[in-house]
């Protein structure tokens, strides 16, 4: 399978996750509004959210998958399940533990997430609650991890892909089904999400099952002492284990300065936690199509040709990533600026959704848009250290990164409030972005092939087209007074999304950019 083939794959896979996430954001805000209660929602889904980020698709992930990829080349089919059974033991009582800890301490993380929700206590004590239902969730979503880690590195990506939108079909059923029926029987409605996103945690764990066991790849989970001993002494598991820890440091940082943002959040203006997560909502589809996409296909793929020592393909990969983020992501980033509120409005404005909502969440979506590039091209450039087994230098770079992006909070949130956060992680990211580059270009690693300067300009040419063409459609069209016409301005908006595409693809083709040159890689 082609690396194109195989991102495209993952991609719209991915947009299905993103479609359905965001019917059930639409769903979410139309039921439940904006209010204190959901902001607990909101901090109390983050808590496992931010731990699996870190110990499973975070670290774990980063550690596991290049270790995986190395062991499959050198030692075979069999050595690589070996390896399986020995980390999935160790993983396995790690959660359990970690659970048990998670439950207990849910009333400490509260607090050190959104401390500011105390001046609401029936706030503060419903995201107690529901971080002590939803932290189970860490645990399977981190298995999930494993899984995905397992199938990706067999070049097996429709699973993994797929499964998030069964996280959005359970929380959909909860919004339509439980929450309608937790309010007549006189229990608060917001708890139903805590339902909907444990069945989601199960669903997406059980269709992993039959892809591992169809590639021979089920784990054997030790249960015994010896077992769980001879696991955590397998030199594998140790590597895996040793990788993560920089790599824990590095991913903890990113999810560090989630806390705090949300910590500071929680002490503007009520709303100001679901504008900033509503906007983050919109975020995930360019980030998670192009960013997420080809970090899943590149990470296996970079592993290999490193434990092969073939640095051209190595190279070659990176380059093809780069180009497709800049094609991508400028384009993307150019419409989040000067297009959020027809985005906004077309997508959440109903039901409890108000006017003024609109513009918040625009606000913040821009604050964003302004680091899409750099989003997205972390998850090209960090995987081009992994596959070395390059730790530390990713982690050095996101504490700079935190740095810089804490120093603008200071400047930047007295003035624009939640939107300063937004503007400060996306100033960050392209501060992180442009560190991992000049790193891998410093130490030869990357090698940049001929004709970037002419596809820069092409880029840039086609994008100011396309930033001319969407603030006119910003400017002409009465968005959010479409409120009582919803149709009508969901055709709209698809019809001028889809002349935007045309008029920017038409200007790179006109320009002489060879399409085909993606393609066929």
Known sequence: MSLFKAASTV?????????????????????????????????????????????????????????????????????????????????????????????????????????????EPYAYDAAVLMTRWMFPYIGFMSLVALAGGILNTWKRFAVPAASPVLLNLSMIASITVAAPLFRRLGIEPIYSQAIG??????????????????????????????????????????????????????????????????????????????????????????????????????????AAARAGGDEVRYSAMLDWGLRLVVLLAIPSSIALLVFSAPLVATLFHYGAFKDSDVGQVALALA???????????????????????????PMRIAVAALIVTQLLNVALVPWL???????????????????????????????????????ALQVLAGSALLAIFLMWANQHFPWVAWRTEPFKRAGMLAVLVAGAGALYFGALLAAGLKLRQFVTH
């Open 367 to 393: 604050g964003y848009g302004t680091g899409l590039l750099g989003l997205v091209a972390i998850k090209v450039l960090a995987p081009g250290y992994y596959a070395s087994h390059d730790m530390k230098t």
């Open 197 to 302: 996103v444990m069945l989601g945690g199960v669903l997406q764990l059980a269709i992993q099952i039959p892809a591992l066991r169809r590639i021979g790849m089920w784990p054997r989970v030790g249960l015994a002492f010896a077992a769980i001993r001879e696991s955590w002494r397998d030199p594998a598991t140790r590597e895996v284990l040793r990788l993560m820890l920089p790599a824990l440091l590095g991913v903890s940082v990113a999810q560090i300065s989630l806390l705090i943002n949300t910590q500071i959040a929680s002490y503007l203006p009520a709303g100001s936690v679901s504008w900033l997560n509503n906007a983050d909502r919109l975020m995930e589809f360019p980030t998670a199509m192009l960013g997420v996409a080809l970090g899943v296909v590149l990470m296996p793929q970079l």
């Open 11 to 119: 991609s719209a896979l991915t947009l299905a996750s993103r479609i359905t996430g965001l019917v059930r954001d639409m769903l979410f805000v139309a039921f439940f509004g904006v209010s204190a209660l959901t902001d607990a929602f909101y901090v109390a889904f983050r808590i496992p959210n931010l731990f699996r980020r870190i110990f499973g698709e975070g670290a774990f992930s980063q550690a596991f998958v290049p270790v995986l990829a190395a062991c499959r080349t050198r030692e075979g089919e069999a050595g690589a399940k070996r390896m399986v059974d020995h980390v999935s033991t160790v993983l396995l009582w790690t959660l359990v533990l970690l659970c048990i800890l998670g439950v207990i301490g849910a009333p400490v993380m509260v607090w050190a997430l959104a401390s500011g929700l105390r001046k």
């Open 417 to 455: 409030k939640h939107a300063g956060l937004a503007l400060s992680i996306g100033l960050g990211a392209l501060v992180n972005a442009g560190s991992l580059l000049v790193g891998l270009l410093r130490r030869g690693r990357y090698k940049p092939s001929p004709g970037w300067g002419v596809f």
